[in-house]
């Protein structure tokens, strides 16, 4: 094999100093001392995070995977980490304020603790949607954790293959209004920077959308599928009735306020909804009813969508038995 010589960029130097800081401090003095290692691996959930009550879509998730993960693979540890920095502060502010001993935490600092208990294999399955910066960010990590030895295995998104695309937009069809009812505007997260792998992947949906349906457009509250776009392709049914389907996992923040919110923000911006509604379009989303609680409904509570996710996890865990 030939080896090529690469020089790391800046950006990768400064994850690599990092991440040895992180595990050092994670380790504290356990770290070099003589461990019993580990024989089974661990199963890493890696989420964006939300700070929301929509966080029950985790517990939702949490519960369908230890249901439909085979026998064996029932009694491995699992651990969540976080993608989102921000969703981590901020949450974790919130648990030390009201006194509670959970923390949210990263990618990196939960591979550091679970090498630290002894384990030499792991599992990760994430949970993003698109395989944008956080998938990317989160391959970084993993690439350098393998340095330390540490055999990892993963999955990719949910839209990592155009054939899942299409069978995860199927899942959200019996949402979708029908064509003399009104409009549908399926609302993803997006990406404000343009070299980002997964723009190829939004062009791809808003084109497979366009094509396959005469009232579904895709809309987006970062990136190339435009707000003012998918809002004026409803402005200008017949209908007047417009349906707005989150095409995340979690429907937190960004549904709650920016889709679906009912007041204008602090500088008088209005949510897609109230925008709409002022246009004499009738607007409604799609809920769900977890544990007496009513919730937006994201793709973390469509079990057929869960499942796809869990089928890759359980291909990582098989590879992890092979090596």
């Known amino acids: 094999m030939q080896l090529v010589n690469v020089k790391p960029t800046r950006r990768q130097v400064i994850l690599a100093v990092m991440l040895s800081l ?16 580990k024989k089974e691996p661990a199963i890493v959930l890696a989420a ?24 064996k693979y029932r ?27 959970q923390r949210y935490l990263s990618l990196p600092q939960v591979l550091a603790n679970l090498e630290n208990e002894g384990y030499r294999k792991v599992a990760i399955q994430p949970l993003h949607i698109f395989p944008g910066q956080e998938f990317e960010e989160m391959e970084r990590v993993i690439q350098a954790f393998r340095i330390i030895d540490l055999r990892i295995e993963y999955g990719g998104t949910l839209l990592h293959d155009w054939s899942w695309l299409f069978e995860a937009v199927g899942v959200l069809e019996k949402e979708f209004l029908a064509p003399s009812e009104g409009m549908n505007v399926l609302v993803a997260h997006g990406s404000p920077k343009t070299f980002v792998g997964s723009n190829a992947t939004y062009l791809g949906l808003d084109r497979y959308l366009s094509r396959k349906y005469a009232n579904v457009v895709a809309g987006g509250v970062d990136g190339v599928l435009t707000r003012e776009q998918a809002l004026a392709a409803v402005k ?7 349906r707005l389907i989150p095409f995340m996992y979690v429907a937190g923040d960004h549904i709650m306020n920016d889709i679906m919110g009912a007041e204008p923000d602090k500088n008088g911006e209005l949510s897609w909804a109230l925008e709409l509604k002022k246009a ?37 865990l098989k590879r992890l038995e092979e090596r």
Do not use: H
Not at 48 to 71: H, I, S
């Open 280 to 316: 004499g379009v009738r607007v409604d989303t799609v809920f769900t009813d977890y544990k007496g609680e009513r919730c937006f409904k994201g793709l973390g509570f469509y079990k057929e969508i869960n499942s796809r996710y869990i089928k890759q996890l359980e291909e990582s």
């Open 75 to 101: 009694n491995l540890k699992i651990a969540w980490a976080f993608t989102s920095e921000i969703v981590r502060e901020r949450a974790n502010a919130k648990f030390i304020k009201a006194g509670v001993e």
């Open 22 to 37: 992180t595990i050092l401090a994670v380790a504290g003095n356990g770290w070099g001392m003589t461990r019993t290692l």
């Open 236 to 242: 200008a049914s017949p209908t007047k009735r417009a």
């Open 48 to 71: 964006f995070g939300t700070t929301t009550k929509a966080r029950v879509t985790y517990d939702f998730f949490d519960a369908q995977l230890r249901e439909e993960l085979p026998a």
